[in-house]
């Protein structure tokens, strides 16, 4: 009969563990699902805001000083973007509109605001100087504009594996 007891108590405490064993993956899901639908319906943090608009500022001083031009272009954060995006420029009938990708900002809010927004204002201003060429947009003449207006990573794409170093902290 003991071994019966001890046959039970094994049973239970194995039934408690495996249901343990899943109730924890269910709740780290619903918590992963509530903190991604928390993050798409609401805006990017007071701050991550103050961030994006004193680096906005500080390119368009730059823009100012290198170009001899004051441009008015809006910039505009959305989460309608697929998410491989960072950003875009977009020209249409002489308009341009700089978006930045929203879902992005989860993922790496420094490289947005250091990189992208730099990025994306060098497309503007290739646009706004009648540079445009066919392709993709990033030739030489963007590389030195981006760089002139503080990008670090002038190249031609986004580097998933630069993104990846500036998060860890070694």
């Known amino acids: 009969m003991s071994s019966l007891k001890t046959g039970s108590k094994l049973s239970k405490k194995l039934e408690k563990f495996f249901l343990l064993a899943m109730l924890l993956p269910i709740f780290y899901m619903a918590n992963s699902w509530f903190q991604s639908k928390s993050f798409k319906d609401s805006p990017l943090s007071k701050q991550t805001q103050i961030r994006v608009h004193n680096r906005e500022a500080l390119v368009l001083e730059l823009i100012s000083k290198n170009f001899a031009k004051r441009v008015n272009i809006p910039l505009i954060v ?93």
């Open 78 to 170: 959305s989460d309608e973007f697929s998410s491989r995006l960072y950003g875009l420029t977009a020209y249409d009938k002489g308009k341009i509109t700089i978006y930045l990708n929203k879902k992005r900002f989860k993922e790496s809010e420094n490289y947005m605001i250091e990189e992208v927004i730099p990025h994306e204002y060098a497309h503007a201003m290739v646009f706004i100087l009648g540079e445009r060429s066919e392709g993709d947009g990033h030739t030489a003449l963007w590389q030195k504009i981006c760089k002139q207006l503080d990008g670090k990573l002038c190249e031609r794409y986004v580097d998933g594996e630069e993104i990846v170093k500036q998060k860890m902290s070694f």
